[in-house]
């Protein structure tokens, strides 16, 4: 879901000013929804569940897209806009439970089974008992998510797979890290804009296009004045002016430190849509299991990496023997898609192409 990365730094450009405001979700896709599984309908005047999609495209297969954990649909926003302009294809794009403006009775259920078994009703919802051919691409937790989905036939229209930078070997050595690295996370913000510039110096994401559009749905305005120990933790602490602190002058730095902290208590805050620690039981239910269960998949298999190091041995064995199509596009960080839309819209619209699943679109240069 969040892989931890190596590479935190990002070369900031000196004597330039970058734009961190944020960019509205129909710069990049065509329509915004709230789709109501037929579960919910029939047994309730209130909807138990809606699922927000984003959708681009009118025709061609359609591509079924799940954001890593922590994340939203609008993390695909960039890389819609450049697959629509490759490729014949319709693009859905939904925030999965617990994340984004997807509304559930059990947000905390984070189960892969419940997780996969969405994607099934959302499909239904949207196309009925004959949906279209369908690709599904997931990222890191929505990569397990993908497989999951159709290890369990929850797409019976399933063309094929694409899964992003997430290896079983890899996400279970990053298990026993994780808590740590999230707890390293700025709690508050003051704005959005300040969560946009924090992804960006972070490395979180390191294009801030992106960015800009991508933590819109990240994170929320806090629901009430945070009072809790640590609500003060927020952005302003050093990685936006990374400031040294002048050790002779450190009691009136604390002083002043204590006021500042009142200021951004009174001020209305931004805070993560969904706590990560606190599903941290779901994790090995998404990973365990997760490359036999993938090289298990009949339908044609994309695997895209940020590193060839993050191959384990059941997918290296399956590599070597054919059985699924690797691309490994370096100098990205673990939100390939988001760091690098063309690359990734590129080696998608080939492999698609390649498996006559569409065609490019008339006047593209290849």
Known sequence: FLLIDDHFHTLSE?????????????????????????????????PLYTFRIYSSGSHGPVLMLLHGGGHSALSWAVFTSVICSRINCRVVAMDLRGHGDTKVKNPDDLSAETMAKDIGKVVEALYGENPPPIMIIGHSMGG??????????????????????VVEGTAMDALNSMQNFLRSRPKTFKSVENAIEWSVKSGQIRNVESARVSMVGQVKKCEEPLSSPGVSRSISEGIIEEEEEDEEGGESNHKRKKEDDQEIKKECLYTWRIELSKTEKYWEGWFKGLSSLFLTCSVPKLLLLAGVDRLDKDLTIGQMQGKFQMQVLPQCGHAVHEDAPEKVADALATFMVRHKFTEFKEGFPW
């Not at 710069?27 to 309908?41: A, G, H, K, N, R």
């Open 14 to 46: 000196p004597g330039r000013k970058r734009d961190f405001t944020p960019l509205p979700w129909s710069q990049y896709f065509e329509t915004m929804e709230d789709i109501l599984p037929f579960c919910s309908v029939k047994y309730s005047f209130t």
């Open 144 to 165: 397990a998510i993908a497989v999951h989905t159709a290890a369990a036939n929850h797409v019976p229209s399933l063309l094929g797979l694409c899964v992003i930078d």
